[in-house]
């Protein structure tokens, strides 16, 4: 009569387990992606870019709130993301659009996350 012990049972039903969920568990979906060029600032956080079909994007940047044009700093925020971004070819990784319809997402100029 075979013995089995309840540490080898148990390890064997992990095994198990990690392999039927590596097998029926399904893909990662892919993030959506956009590469174009910047070609309009309209302020520190928010930019429009061209895409390789002609299509304009608005893209606002994910995770930063800079203030607006008529804020204090709002022409020197927009400043500075021109001169990180305006007509240089950048890649957009995005998961939503805001309630504008923006797409709202992380933009790397040469792989750099702005």
Known sequence: MT???IGGILTVAIRLAVVTIAVFAEPAAETPELTGKVVHIADGDTLTVLD???VQHKIRLHGIDAPEKG?????????A???KVHEKTVRIVWKEKDR???????????????
């Open 3 to 5: 013995t089995y012990s």
């Open 52 to 54: 390789a079909d002609k």
């Open 71 to 79: 804020q204090a700093f709002g022409t020197k925020a927009k400043e």
């Open 81 to 83: 993301l021109a001169g």
């Open 100 to 114: 504008y319809g923006r797409i709202v997402g992380d933009v790397s100029p040469n792989r750099t996350r702005i």
